[in-house]
């Protein structure tokens, strides 16, 4: 089993950058995919990006594609996500994921943080 805490988080204007990190515990984090997820007031949680447990492979939305990037270090058991460009529409609470393998969809992930709220002001 593993624990993970999501932080970075904050409000910042449009054309901005964040970092966020998700850091594990309890378990390695080189033996999991990981995936981040944002979830906006009133909508349904979404996929934002994932990468594999190796760190050689990731995949992104559509809608972030180009702007963000996911990234790992497995020797510090930490997962970033770089947010540049960031626009009004970004602002959601996101949250990263463990599982065996990466995906696009929440049913690939065991292990979810707490979130981290992002607000991107106009």
């Known amino acids: 089993q593993v624990q993970l805490v999501d932080s970075g988080g904050g409000l910042v204007q449009a054309g901005g950058s964040l970092r966020l990190s998700c850091a594990a515990s309890?378990?390695?984090?080189?033996?999991?995919?990981m995936g981040w997820f944002r979830q906006a007031p009133g909508k349904e949680r979404e996929f934002v990006a994932t990468?594999?447990?190796?760190?050689?492979?990731?995949m992104y939305a559509d809608s972030v594609k180009g702007r963000f990037t996911i990234s790992r270090d497995n020797a510090k058991n930490t997962v970033y996500l770089q947010m540049n460009s960031l626009k009004p529409e970004d602002t959601a609470v996101y949250v990263c994921?463990?599982?065996?393998?990466?995906?696009?969809?929440?049913?690939?992930?065991?292990?979810w943080g707490q979130g981290t709220q992002v607000t991107v002001s106009s």
């Open positions: 990468i594999s447990r190796s760190g050689s492979s990731t």
């Open positions: 994921a463990a599982g065996p393998l990466m995906g696009r969809v929440r049913a690939s992930y065991d292990y």
């Open positions: 309890g378990r390695t984090l080189s033996s999991y995919a």
